[in-house]
């Protein structure tokens, strides 16, 4: 057992290959409580697609110690909210309740995650709830534009597909089938517990090593996950729906980017700051108070391979091509001019929005299981602030010239009727 200490948070690494993260606060009455798996739609086989999601389902569905619905139910007599996500590169379920009550919420979890039953006639149960819930997002516009987007971008990596899956698979999915990724992929070896909120750190250990950290551990399955080979040239789509109105449309335009956790990152998310990061924001002032767009917004996905950033906006379908060469003049102004105070302003501006944010106690949660899980390293949260200060404006200029400027992108429109 490997342990941890950086100023009061408590990070330990068990023999089982379990994390276990604790964060001590006084300033709320409230704990989250968060067990999250390396585990997420790209590491499905084929056949498999959706299968992670629909396992998110499931757990819900009975355990050991609890029958349906009982694990709620329990959460929410005592004031508290359980749920779960499912993503492309993990999972994660939590329990957020008062803080007198941080040991039946971690009950509840450890039963759920670790001892789940996938009961055959519950498997049969769920499938028509997906499969409906994939038939209300082909019936979304624009859930169908951001899914085409994706199958435009990547063309090898299973990041193209959508989480849900597809309705062939999920009527495929067998026990068998459940049983297999849930033992490979929901075990110590490939999770972290993380504790934020009003508790001894000590009694939480102790609690976390009569449970979690006393489960046996497998070697985790290594799943072939291609690399998305590089983009040469423009990739364009346009939808056409007659559920969107006449005087609106919408893009997304996207770039292949650095991974999480590397240093450009962090010069991309002060980049992605200075363009949406709120009302000065250039993007904002330079196409929202213009009237080139209604809305505008960009996003670093921070993914730990395949990266990409995407500027999505709603607009006049008579202002497409205005509004993107204006985005592309703006990226090329911001390359030429961009200056220290300019930088300065933006990374504060981030860096106070992260503190904000991270006063729930569930964000910052979060933000430890996301670090460990998905970049791989508690230190991308312990050392975030501190990268972000590093960013310069030659930094700014030279993520600017490598990923965007005169680079291919992928675009797709949806345009009315």
């Known amino acids: 057992m490997q342990l941890v200490e950086k100023k009061d948070l408590l990070i330990r690494h068990y023999k089982n290959g379990l994390w276990l993260i604790v964060h001590p606060r006084e300033d709320t009455e409230v704990v989250s409580l968060q067990v999250w798996f390396k585990v997420g739609s790209v590491y499905e086989k084929q056949k498999e697609k959706g299968i992670a999601h629909f396992l998110e389902h499931m757990l819900f569905n009975g355990n050991d110690k609890c029958g349906y619905g009982e694990a709620e139910a329990l959460i929410e007599s005592l004031g508290g909210h359980i749920n779960a996500a499912t993503s ?65 971008m990547y063309k090898v990596s299973p990041f193209r597909d959508p989480i849900i899956g597809y309705e062939k698979t999920i009527k495929g999915f067998t026990r068998e089938m459940l049983l297999s990724f849930y033992r490979s992929f929901y075990q110590p070896r490939n999770a972290t517990v993380v504790v934020v909120g009003k508790v001894d750190p000590q009694e939480v250990r102790e609690f976390v090593e009569k449970t979690f950290a006393g489960e046996p551990s497998r070697p985790v399955p290594k799943r072939f996950i291609p690399e998305e080979p590089p983009q040469l040239k423009v990739r364009s789509k346009t939808l056409r729906d007659p559920r969107i109105g006449g005087d609106k449309s919408y893009s997304l335009i996207g770039w292949r980017i650095a991974p999480l956790a590397t240093l450009e990152d962090y010069d991309i998310l002060v980049l992605n700051e200075m363009l949406t990061g709120g009302r000065t924001s250039i993007l904002y002032q330079e196409l929202r108070e213009a009237g080139i767009v209604y809305a505008i917004n960009s996003y670093d996905f921070e993914r730990s391979r395949d990266n990409i ?36 302003k933006f990374k504060r501006r981030l860096i106070n929005s992260e503190i904000f944010e991270k006063e729930e106690a569930e964000n910052e949660a979060a933000f430890y299981g996301y670090s460990q899980t998905v970049a791989g390293k508690i230190n991308y949260a312990l050392y975030f602030f501190d990268n972000i200060k590093k960013v310069e404006p030659k930094h700014i200029k030279l993520v600017l010239e490598k990923y965007f400027l005169n680079k291919p992108y992928t675009e797709t429109f949806l345009l009315p009727s």
């Open 88 to 152: 492309k590169e993990y999972t994660y379920y939590y329990v957020n309740i008062a803080a007198p009550y941080w040991r039946e919420g971690l009950d509840v979890l450890f039963h759920l995650t670790m001892r789940a039953t996938l009961d055959e006639k519950m498997i049969e149960k769920e499938k028509p709830i997906v499969l409906e819930e994939l038939y209300r997002a082909k019936d979304n516009p624009t859930t169908q534009l951001w899914w085409i987007f994706e199958k435009e």
């Open 309 to 344: 950033f995407v500027v999505s906006a709603s607009h006049h379908p008579d202002n497409i091509e205005t509004y993107k060469k204006r985005l592309f003049e703006i990226l090329q102004e911001i390359y030429e001019t961009v200056d220290e105070d300019t930088v300065e």
